[in-house]
């Protein structure tokens, strides 16, 4: 009973942000006071602050590039990580591990490293600003997540399958994509669920790599935003806008959790 009581206070602390967004990005956006932002407004505002949130911050050709970057980005990253680990566990590339270090070792470093030299790189190669370069560094980003768990993964699989599939004339790259790759389904969509995710809530490169409306995430987008002190945009317009543009990953995870943690617990290490 003192457990159960002890959860649900924790879980109320737990949510009282996310009822602190609800109650104010419902708000009428001129009566906003920070004194009572806890206590319900009376009057329900949200669609009139998301339409002033979309107007201001042109929200529409953000959400358009994120949705793009978001899908496109993971789907190359996933498989490049499932051929990675594949080529290292099942075709057993000599000195295999010491490619799976080189993959995966850029993660160890912090991403605030990578923005000049990538800010200075892109520039010089004309992809500043542009959907293909952001496209290209969150694939880039996104590949070690792949290979680390396409690794595990593969590594439980018998490698007698492989070499039945060998015996009946397949190619090594048919038995990746009619064997391997459906095989590996559950640990693939887990993958590309947190990619996904990580890359609709990045700031940082969208930040340093893009400038134009039609070119950024939405996150760098809504950055610009600011409250009224600074931008003369109400807190409960920016509210509004942050709540919408969350929609979309807590969809996706509540659609595909049971599947999101079954290809975890597949992924994880053997």
């Known amino acids: 009973m003192i457990r159960r009581a002890v959860l649900v206070v924790l879980g109320l602390i737990w949510l009282g942000p996310t009822y602190l967004l609800l109650v104010n990005a419902a708000r009428p ?7 009572r932002a806890w206590a319900p407004s009376g009057d329900f505002a949200l669609l009139d602050n998301v339409a002033r949130a979309v107007e201001g911050a042109n929200l529409g050709g953000s ?49 605030q490293m990578l923005l000049v030299p990538l800010f200075v790189g892109y520039s010089d190669a004309g992809l500043y600003d542009t959907r293909l370069g952001l496209v290209l560094v969150y694939t880039a980003i996104n ?34 994509w009619r064997v391997y790759l459906p095989m590996s389904a559950s640990a693939l969509t ?38 009224d002190v600074y931008a003369g945009t109400p807190v409960p317009v920016g509210l509004a806008a942050g709540l919408v543009v969350s929609l979309p990953t807590v969809v996706l995870f509540l659609a595909t959790q049971r599947l999101f943690a079954r290809g975890l617990s597949l992924g994880s290490v053997q």
Do not use: C, K
């Open 143 to 176: 590949v070690p997540l792949g290979a680390f768990v396409l690794r595990n993964f593969y590594q439980g699989v018998a490698f007698s399958i492989f070499e039945a599939a060998r015996m009946d004339g397949a190619s090594t790259w048919r038995v990746f």
């Open 63 to 111: 959400l358009a590039s994120t949705a793009l970057y978001a899908v496109v980005s993971p789907l190359l990253g996933v498989l490049i990580g499932a051929l990675a680990g594949y080529t290292i566990v099942v075709l057993r590339l000599r000195h295999g591990f010491w490619w799976f270090l080189l993959i995966f070792g850029g993660t160890v470093f912090p991403s």
């Open 190 to 227: 887990a993958v590309f669920i947190l990619e996904f995710t990580f890359i609709w809530n990045d700031l940082v490169f969208g930040l340093t790599l893009s400038q134009t409306a039609d070119v950024r995430p939405v996150m760098t987008a809504i950055a610009g935003l600011m409250t």
């Open 29 to 35: 956006a001129e009566s906003y006071d920070p004194a």
